[in-house]
Structures are given as C-alpha cells and as structure tokens.
C-alpha cells in the first residue's frame, strides 16, 4: 500500500474543500449575516488549506525519493478515504459556528457529501451548548446553508472527480483506478465517453454545471430569490435534497416552480453520458438505451397508480390542495420524481396520506432509483435489469436445460461473472439493509418500520423515509451511536458497497 499517494490525493482534496468553504464565506459576507459568522467561516477555510498545504508539501518532498504510482488497493483507499475526510471537514463548520455536536454535525455532512438529504436539522435539535435550534434550518446563517448545499454540489458528480482532473498535470498514477472505484453502475465497455478519461471527465463535469446553471435560472425565473435558486438548484442537480427551508420544496406552492423542480429531478437521474452522446452525434440516444426506458417507464407507472390512489382515497381534497386531476397528478409526479432521483425534496408528508399502498409503492422505487453515470443513488436500474433477464433465463432453462446463458443490455452481451457480480451486489444491498435496521432497532428502540426505512433511505442515498422518519421528521431524535452508524451506512452506498467494505479485509491491508 502506497500510504504517500493517499496523502497527496487527500491533501489535494482538502484544498478543494477550503475554496468551497472560502466561496461560503464570500456569500456569508455580502448576505445579511452578522460579521462573526462569515469570519467564523474564513477561519474554517484557512485552517483547511493550511493543513492541506502541508499534507501535499509532505507529499511532493517524498516524491523525489518513493516511486509515486496507484494501484487498484490506492484507487480503493484514495476513494473511501476522500469521503471519509470530507465528511469530516464538512462537519468543521457545523461544529464551530451552529455549535452542533460531533454526531450530528457528522451525519449532516455525510447526507449533504453522500447527496442523501437525511437531516438533523430541527426545532427540537439539541445544541452542544445545551440550548434548542428554535427556528429549525432557517434559524441557520446564509454562509452555513450555502455550505450545507455546496456539500451536495460537490458531492454529486463526485468529490474525487476533481482529482481525475488534476492527476495529468501532476503526472501521478492512474486516474482509470479511481474512475472506477468511484463512477457508480454497472461498468461496460461503452460508458467512458471518449477515449481519454481526462476529456470525459470534463464533458461530465461541463455538463453537470451546465445543468446547475439551468436550474437556478428557471427557479429564478419561477418566483424564487437568488439564493434560494442558487441553493436548491445544487441540491436538485446533485439530487442531495438540502432546502433551505423547514418544509422543503412545500415552502415553495406555485404549481410552475414546482413542475420546474420535477423536470430537474428526473434529468439528474439520466446518465449523463446519453445527454453528452446526444450532444456530440446531434441524434437523440436516450430511447435507444434500455436502461432509460426502464427508469422512465418506473415513473410514469408509480406517478399514475398514486395520483389515482390519491384522486380515489381523499374526495375531500388534501391539505387545502383541491381535488383535482391537474393537483393529485402534481403531488404524485413530485413525490415519485424526488424518491425515484433520491432527491429527497416533499411537497407533501406521503405517510400522513393514510393510503399504504402509496407508501409501498414509493417505498419500491427506492431499491432501483435513478441510471448508472448519473448523481441518482441506489441499486441502479441497470442492475435491476440484469437480475430481471437473468432470473427469467434461470426459468427458461429449466424448461430448455442445454440452451446457452445469453444475457444481454443495450445489445451487448454481458459476461458471466458480471452477471454473478450483480446477483452478489443485490444479495449484499439487501443483507446490509437488514443488518443496519436490525443495529438501529437495538440502539433505538423504533419501531420495525422506522428502522427498516431509514436503513433503506440512507443506504440509497434517498432521504425520507416512513414512521418516525417520514418526511415531516428529522433524525434528530436519534443517539449519537445511530446516527454515526447512519452516517457511514449513507457513505458506503454512495460508494455502492465495494469501495467501503474492500476495506474491512485483512487481506486489502497486507503488503
């Protein structure tokens, strides 16, 4: 293991993260907050890249004299390490300037880096100091909330992307080792855009703040403030699900901004490299891939069968909203696009609808969620796929026992131990599911439904979840063992399982 080119990837990372923490600090400046919090936060910045600096001049020293190259275990460790160190400076400013304690300032920077959206940010929320954060999120500084949805900006597209960009003109390793531990989906021989990973890096890259800038424009133009526009639109893109608001995206009732939101959110689940093929060849790819077809097919389905249940369940109308197709369409489509993306935004509290079925049905869509090459969490519809095909193949040849194994996606014929590789990935998705709710229904005491779904929520990089972390709740309530445990339960899902438990062998440490 080449301890030095970790420490040099870190450091690097923890210079990004003070120009992050340094463009807070400007918004914190011009915004109406008190003078003390944006010093607070210039303080949180210098102290950052301070100790990078130093880490990376440690690093380039021992470069003249240990062969600087990456392998396949510093892919994995560089990648796992980032997240786990991000997460850790994401939680300095929470700690120093909203006096949150270690746990709760670690699980609401691993939701905001992990672009889960799970939050401990509440009216009951007990401060280090022993006092109450009354006004909830927006009793918080502008500087912090900046922060809070920059963490999911940065977290989307990938915080070790950055280092793929950089690694080149350093002429340090090889960037493919992190590409792959850290891209999540299936990994095919056709998902690298162009040749060169530097040049797809940065079609990914141009693309995702491209999307960015979009979605601030149109939520501008829809009624928000500046701020507001600029703050959701990162977590809408990243689909992280930070709001700047106590009620999310229900603060916001105008039927344009939130329909504006939906289209958002179901463009950042789509693999990023079909819009940029699209781009490139000027003909429309998306119909093409099956994948797609799958996830909008996903939608379209749980949006129609919950404005149904909806129009049908509650004659009366719901909470002031009339009962009207036009109204029950848009709550669904809301709710189904926010889940299905892993978003995480409400327009409404689904498990106080009083209809289980609707429950069930957003509960599903929460396995699959979004496409591989896209900021989504989950399972990945890809996979889902693979296991479909390959379980109906099973079936098949029971009846035909001598036909060959044929499995394919997009036409392309999968090998076997990618299929095997699949079926490995969903059996440990689910076991880990169960063994955090089993954890959680130990240290908590909630009940199965709780625990269940917040297990589900934060390793699917989700959000809400049902019963005591339904929508309209907060994971405030929580010991700070469950909470820690939550926070690397949403990391490893992120890195989608292997990344994060590669390093639990012994094997992985040896020389």
Same mark, same amino acid.
């Given at each position: 293991?080449?301890?030095?080119?970790?420490?040099?990837?870190?450091?690097?990372?923890?210079?990004?993260?003070?120009?992050?923490?340094?463009?807070?600090?400007?918004?914190?400046?011009?915004?109406?907050?008190? +003078?003390?919090?944006?010093?607070?936060?210039?303080?949180?910045?210098?102290?950052?890249?301070?100790?990078?600096?130093?880490?990376?001049?440690?690093?380039?020293?021992?470069?003249?004299?240990?062969?600087?190259?990456?392998?396949?275990?510093?892919?994995?460790?560089?990648?796992?390490?980032?997240?786990?160190?991000?997460?850790?400076?994401?939680?300095?400013?929470?700690?120093?300037?909203?006096?949150?304690?270690?746990?709760?300032?670690?699980?609401?920077?691993?939701? *905001?880096?992990?672009?889960?959206?799970?939050?401990?940010?509440?009216?009951?929320?007990?401060?280090?100091?022993?006092?109450?954060?009354?006004?909830?999120?927006?009793?918080?500084?502008?500087?912090?909330?900046?922060?809070?949805?920059?963490?999911?900006?940065?977290? *989307?597209?990938?915080?070790?992307?950055?280092?793929?960009?950089?690694?080149?003109?350093?002429?340090?390793?090889?960037?493919?080792?992190?590409?792959?531990?850290?891209?999540?989906?299936?990994?095919?021989?056709?998902?690298?855009?162009?040749?060169?990973?530097?040049?797809?890096?940065?079609?990914?890259?141009?693309?995702?703040?491209?999307?960015?800038?979009?979605?601030?424009?149109?939520?501008?133009?829809?009624?928000?403030?500046?701020?507001?526009?600029?703050?959701?639109?990162?977590?809408?893109?990243?689909? *992280?699900?930070?709001?700047?608001?106590?009620?999310?995206?229900?603060?916001?009732?105008?039927?344009?901004?939130?329909?504006?939101?939906?289209?958002?959110?179901?463009?950042? +689940?789509?693999?990023?490299?079909?819009?940029?093929?699209?781009?490139?060849?000027?003909?429309?790819?998306?119909?093409?891939?099956?994948?797609?077809?799958?996830?909008?097919?996903?939608?379209?389905?749980?949006?129609?069968?919950?404005?149904?249940?909806?129009?049908?369940?509650?004659?009366?109308?719901?909470?002031?909203?009339?009962?009207?197709?036009?109204?029950?369409?848009?709550?669904?489509?809301?709710?189904?696009?926010?889940?299905?993306?892993?978003?995480?935004?409400?327009?409404?509290?689904?498990?106080?609808?009083?209809?289980?079925?609707?429950?069930?049905?957003?509960?599903?869509?929460?396995?699959?969620?979004?496409?591989?090459?896209?900021?989504? *969490?989950?399972?990945?519809?890809?996979?889902?796929?693979?296991?479909?095909?390959?379980?109906?193949?099973?079936?098949?040849?029971?009846?035909?026992?001598?036909?060959?194994?044929?499995?394919?996606?997009?036409?392309?014929?999968? +090998?076997?131990?990618?299929?095997?590789?699949?079926?490995?990935?969903?059996?440990?998705?689910?076991?880990?599911?169960?063994?955090?709710?089993?954890?959680?229904?130990?240290?908590?005491?909630?009940?199965?439904?709780?625990?269940?779904?917040?297990?589900?929520?934060?390793?699917?990089?989700?959000?809400?979840?049902?019963?005591?972390?339904?929508?309209?709740?907060?994971?405030?309530?929580?010991?700070?063992?469950?909470?820690?445990?939550?926070?690397?339960?949403?990391?490893?899902?992120?890195?989608?399982?292997?990344?994060?438990?590669?390093?639990?062998?012994?094997?992985?440490?040896?020389?």
């Amino acid at each position: 293991m080449n301890l030095q080119v970790i420490v040099h990837l870190i450091a690097l990372l923890m210079l990004f993260l003070s120009v992050g923490m340094g463009i807070s600090t400007v918004v914190s400046g011009v915004g109406p907050d008190p +003078a003390w919090v944006w010093k607070d936060l210039a303080f949180c910045a210098l102290a950052t890249f301070l100790l990078g600096s130093l880490l990376f001049c440690i690093a380039r020293c021992r470069h003249r004299k240990v062969e600087f190259g990456t392998g396949v275990r510093e892919g994995f460790a560089t990648v796992a390490m980032s997240w786990l160190v991000g997460t850790i400076l994401g939680a300095v400013p929470f700690c120093w300037i909203a006096r949150m304690t270690i746990p709760d300032a670690l699980f609401e920077a691993a939701s *905001g880096l992990t672009t889960t959206g799970a939050s401990v940010l509440s009216t009951e929320l007990i401060l280090r100091d022993g006092t109450v954060l009354a006004a909830g999120i927006e009793g918080l500084p502008q500087g912090l909330l900046f922060w809070r949805s920059l963490l999911n900006w940065f977290g *989307g597209v990938g915080i070790v992307f950055f280092v793929l960009l950089i690694l080149p003109l350093l002429h340090v390793g090889k960037g493919s080792l992190l590409y792959n531990a850290e891209v999540p989906g299936l990994k095919t021989d056709s998902d690298q855009l162009t040749p060169r990973l530097f040049q797809s890096v940065l079609w990914v890259l141009g693309f995702y703040a491209m999307l960015t800038v979009a979605a601030a424009i149109g939520y501008r133009l829809c009624g928000m403030n500046l701020f507001d526009a600029a703050c959701h639109a990162m977590s809408t893109i990243s689909t *992280g699900g930070f709001s700047t608001r106590n009620a999310s995206f229900a603060a916001f009732p105008d039927a344009a901004l939130q329909w504006t939101a939906i289209v958002f959110m179901l463009l950042s +689940a789509c693999n990023f490299t079909l819009f940029l093929r699209s781009i490139l060849q000027r003909r429309f790819c998306f119909w093409e891939d099956e994948e797609f077809r799958f996830f909008l097919g996903m939608v379209v389905i749980a949006t129609v069968a919950v404005a149904a249940l909806l129009y049908e369940g509650h004659p009366e109308g719901l909470n002031g909203v009339p009962r009207t197709v036009g109204s029950c369409l848009r709550l669904a489509a809301f709710q189904v696009a926010s889940l299905a993306s892993t978003t995480g935004f409400t327009t409404a509290d689904f498990d106080a609808w009083g209809v289980p079925v609707i429950s069930a049905i957003l509960l599903l869509i929460m396995f699959p969620c979004g496409c591989g090459g896209s900021t989504a *969490g989950g399972m990945k519809c890809s996979r889902i796929l693979v296991l479909g095909k390959a379980m109906l193949a099973e079936v098949r040849q029971c009846l035909f026992p001598h036909t060959l194994t044929d499995i394919r996606l997009n036409g392309a014929r999968l +090998a076997p131990t990618l299929v095997r590789k699949t079926f490995v990935f969903a059996l440990l998705y689910l076991t880990l599911i169960a063994l955090v709710a089993f954890v959680l229904l130990c240290l908590t005491g909630a009940s199965l439904g709780t625990c269940g779904s917040a297990a589900l929520t934060c390793l699917s990089n989700v959000g809400p979840g049902i019963d005591a972390v339904g929508p309209s709740c907060a994971f405030d309530w929580m010991g700070a063992s469950a909470k820690i445990l939550l926070a690397v339960t949403m990391i490893t899902g992120r890195l989608e399982l292997y990344t994060m438990l590669v390093l639990f062998l012994p094997a992985f440490w040896r020389r």
